[in-house]
């Protein structure tokens, strides 16, 4: 028998990325739309344990498509982790009669999602919101395409100071697991190198690289790191190694950090999010769940949960020869 939907829970968990207000706006305006009560769960799903919502209309997400980070903010639960915490969280969902939620985050949000599903016969769906890029069963998740432009931004102001000091700059970027946000940086602002976790360049092979840019007459260079990259302990190293083998550079390390995480949705975040929101309610609405929404050819499709978490979204290879051939 199809459970009648009436109100549905949305939170944000994990790190923030920009869209993420504008998922939850949509989320919010599509239960409106269809006549369904929304409640927003503050600080993901320790909010979630602790009972702390707050009911939301269309009128109540007004002005926030264009803000950057989470106005339900975000947290990591250990008690989530327990059968205990969420047979609490569950017994919150039922003392304010919310029938379903949506959670936006990352895979780890969708594990306890998944859990949560699993051991409650609860309605849940995902929205994909990480700046990595790093989910399977989308092209894009929420706050990638806005880290690239504030990346790409930087590294150009970054471009400025090395080319009139003769400087090697070596710009850490986000990415643990995946390069995707290195490899499209490092392409979009014309950098000399680009190191990922999925590629093993090697130290020797980085060094011959900056030789021959070197040696083609460029007087600077730069050289994208991804923060997952294997080929040092860290950035510094890299850096001191090329210190110690290439006198002739005067070498420079910038690491990012959360300033990619920040800033104002681009408009593709933003309609992203709006059309993520509006096929996640009407999934619950309509009796699916233990999904995530994602991108496909443009059109937004439906991963089991289990899928989305186990999958591995592949770095695209074509980049990577586009940048060898870009960087002569």
């Known amino acids: 028998m199809l459970q009648t939907i009436k109100k549905i829970g949305v939170l944000t968990s994990g790190g923030d990325a920009p869209g993420m207000n504008a998922a939850i706006r949509s989320v919010v305006r599509t239960c409106a739309f269809h006549n369904k009560k929304c409640y927003g769960i503050y600080r993901g799903y320790e909010g979630m344990i602790d009972g702390d919502f707050i009911e939301m209309d269309a009128r109540s997400v007004k002005g926030i498509i264009n803000k950057g980070g989470t106005v339900l903010k975000s947290a990591r639960s250990k008690a989530f982790r327990t059968v205990e915490g969420r047979k609490k969280a569950y017994e919150q969902l039922r003392k304010a009669g919310i029938d379903a939620f949506v959670v936006i985050g990352g895979d780890g949000s969708f594990t306890g999602a998944m859990v949560f599903n699993k051991e409650f016969n609860f309605p849940v769906m995902g ?92 007087s ?19 850096k001191d190694y090329v210190d110690e083998n290439m006198s002739e550079y005067e070498v420079r390390v910038s690491v990012l950090g959360h300033m990619q995480r920040g800033g104002s949705p681009s408009c593709f975040d933003r309609v992203l999010a709006s059309r993520m929101g509006v096929k996640a309610v009407e999934s619950l609405i309509t009796g699916k769940s233990n999904y995530m929404v994602g991108l496909k050819n443009d059109i937004m499709e ?27």
Not at 220 to 238: T, Y
Request: no cysteine.
């Open 220 to 238: 600077s260079s730069i050289v994208i790191v991804a923060e997952g990259d294997k080929i040092g302990k860290n950035v510094f190293e890299l």
């Open 127 to 218: 929205i994909p919101g990480t700046i990595d890029n790093d989910i399977f069963g989308t092209t894009h998740t929420l706050g990638y395409d806005t880290a690239l432009n504030t990346v790409v931004e930087v590294v150009d102001k970054i471009r400025d100071t090395a080319s009139s000091h003769n400087r090697l700059f070596f710009i850490e970027v986000m990415g643990r697991d995946v390069g995707h946000i290195a490899v499209n940086v490092g392409v979009g602002a014309g950098a000399e190198e680009i190191l990922i976790p999925e590629e093993d360049l090697g130290l020797d092979r980085l060094l011959e690289s900056l030789r021959r840019s070197k040696a083609s007459g460029k």
């Open 302 to 328: 439906l991963t089991p949960f289990d899928q989305a978490v186990k999958g591995k979204s592949k770095i695209n290879k074509e980049l990577l020869r586009v940048s060898d051939i870009m960087s002569i």
